[in-house]
């Protein structure tokens, strides 16, 4: 496994991640200290789409509110408590 320190890696990286994707790890090291190892990803599974439940037509909203809310007068009332 090689060994590279943050300045390195830096001003390289795109070199060292072409080194990971062909499975060759590095370890990343700050003044000789390992903090941290970079590897491939594993091969991840693809996302598949689920179909709908029902059709959006079949969707039911919910009723309007019977009454008038005045958001500026519930503002109010709730910072006149604090």
């Keep these: 496994m090689k060994h590279v320190g943050i300045a390195e ?5 795109s070199s ?4 990971v994707r062909r499975g060759y790890p ?8 390992p903090v941290a190892r970079i590897t491939a990803l594993e ?3 693809p996302l ?4 709908p439940i029902r059709r959006l037509q079949e969707v039911r909203l919910p009723r309007p509110v019977k009454h008038p809310v005045d ?8 910072r006149a408590d604090r």
């Design 48 to 51: 598949r789409a689920r179909h």
């Design 16 to 19: 060292y991640l072409r080194s």
């Design 43 to 45: 091969p991840l599974e």
């Design 9 to 13: 890696l830096k001003a390289r990286l």
């Design 26 to 33: 590095i370890t990343v090291v700050d003044r000789g200290t």
């Design 71 to 78: 958001s500026l007068a519930a503002l109010r009332e709730e």
